[in-house]
């Protein structure tokens, strides 16, 4: 939420997001071609965002964690292009987005922070670009690894040691890899002790090798 938001402003918001859905790890919060009417804010777990290529092949477009917003998809067309599917048990505040657009406008403090959600959504989108269209394979997991990083850091959990809440087969659809070049690149990585990784849980040994091998302007974006 918006930091500067008075106590009344807070309590209006978190009277607009008061309902709360529960999702087992494979549910989907909603399908490709559903119609828009509520932006979705993850209260915990995590998820995932894919579209369906043609031949029934699934490709990753994201992967979204506790703290932030679902959904930002669906509001220039009102009707969702990829499906949103947990990747663990999951709980998630509905902010009806008719409501939410109402209230920013009497808010200028929450329109701002929709405005900068919606903005860091563009950047991610032009960091993935880059990714697929520019990085070798080390590059693409060490960007992975390290915007993971950032992301758990900045709500409060560890940069260093955490747990992969995707398989290697979604990290590879993500960033436009083989699963055998991610389990092979990920090995690579244990061998240099630049990671150690057992199972799904994963520790960062060396952050600023792991910078050098994308350039730290490029660790953010995706």
């Known amino acids: ?9 807070l309590r209006q918001l978190e009277s607009l997001a008061s309902t709360k859905r529960a999702y087992r790890r494979g549910d989907y919060l909603y399908r490709s071609g559903s119609k828009f009417g509520s932006l979705y804010a993850i ?31 669906a509001i220039s067309t009102d009707v969702h292009t990829c499906d949103a599917v947990a990747l663990e048990d999951s709980e998630v ?5 008719n409501q939410l657009e109402a209230l920013s406008r009497q808010l200028p403090a929450l ?3 929709l405005h ?24 693409r ?40 070049t991610v389990s092979r690149t990920l090995s690579y990585f244990q061998e240099t002790r630049l990671i150690d990784v057992h199972n799904k849980s994963i520790e960062l040994l060396d952050m600023s090798r792991l910078l050098g091998l994308v350039g730290q302007q490029r660790a953010t974006p995706i």
């Open 43 to 73: 209260r915990t777990g995590f998820f995932k965002t894919q579209v369906l290529h043609e031949d029934g092949r699934e490709q990753v477009t994201g992967f979204q964690m506790a703290g932030e917003i679902i959904g930002l998809d």
């Open 116 to 139: 900068k959600i919606m903005s860091r959504e563009i950047v991610r989108d032009q960091g993935i670009m880059l990714l697929l269209g520019s990085m070798r394979a080390e590059e």
């Open 141 to 180: 997991l060490a960007a992975f690894l390290l915007n993971l990083s950032q992301r758990f850091a900045a709500r409060g959990y560890s940069a260093s040691s955490f747990r992969l809440r995707m398989t290697r087969q979604e990290i590879g659809s993500y960033l436009g890899l083989k699963l055998e």
């Open 1 to 9: 939420m918006p930091s500067d938001l008075t106590d009344d402003e």
């Open 93 to 97: 505040c509905e902010l009806p987005f």
């Open 111 to 113: 329109q701002r922070h």
